[in-house]
């Protein structure tokens, strides 16, 4: 997809971060955006500070865990416009400081990282897809997952698990639109250290999906959570990712991997520990 004037980009998790950077940049292009997000608040920030800069934009709150929210949220699109040509399945959570030991996260914590992380990934899927398909026209679905789906260690267990489900769901629909000769395309993001909030995820946690029994986190996990605040403040500039975005679509870039050294070896390591059967290398916790 190379044309992006007058087209219909659909951006979740748009009221900030990413999210917010790639529905500024699809607007700059000339794009009609609708932004969704589970902050309403935020999101008619988000949408008025476009407006005001000439975008044609409107704005629906989203929790992209329930998959009525998103059929109606592709509703919206399709009923303004009559198509939707990009769709970013964008919205994220991080988890919280950690807990000691994979068996040791409680089951609210799995049910609600996957939930927004991959189901609201799938339920973009699921709802925007067929009807992009069905209309023939170019188009690009961008998941963001996280280096997180490509490497893994031994914090964060749902956040990691979620975002390497991300990369797999993104690469199986890849190859499908491929086996069917669509116009449709795809891409995977799996940025390394960003200047976002995801640290503060937990500030749009469900009530009902608060740990019934929770646990404080080991002053071990307490220093990584602070030593990750202070890595993503030194990150990758939101609107630096988002041109990396518009860049892979117009070149059917499938990986999207903008990540900093260390992690770019990282990622190899693991690769070569795959490709030689190794067991897989163990990164030194702080």
Known sequence: MIDFRG?????TGA????GLALATRFATEGMRVVLADVEAGPLEKARAALASQGATVI????????????????DAAFDAWGNVHVLCNNAGVGGTAGADGVWSVPMEDWHWVLGVNFWGVLHGIRHFVPRMLAKGEPG?????ASVAGL????????????????VAVTEVLYKD???????????VLCPGWVDTRIIESARNRPADLAPKEPQAPSPQALARFE???????TGFRPDAIASLVLDAIRGDTFYVIPVQ???????????EDIRLRRNPAIAPQA
Do not use: C, F
């Not at 490497?151 to 991300?166: E, I, Q, R, W």
């Open 261 to 271: 050294p260390d992690i770019e070896e990282a990622v190899r390591q693991r690769l």
């Open 227 to 233: 030593a990750v605040r202070g890595l993503l403040k």
């Open 151 to 166: 490497v893994t260690g031994v914090t964060a267990p749902p956040y990691l698990v979620s975002k390497h489900s991300v």
């Open 59 to 74: 704005a629906l709150p989203t929790d992209v865990m329930r998959e009525e929210d998103i059929r109606r949220l592709a």
């Open 15 to 18: 009221a900030s971060g990413i």
């Open 7 to 11: 087209k219909v980009a659909v951006v």
């Open 177 to 187: 639109l491929r086996a069917r000769g669509a116009k449709l395309s795809a891409s």
């Open 140 to 144: 690009h679905v961008v998941n963001t």
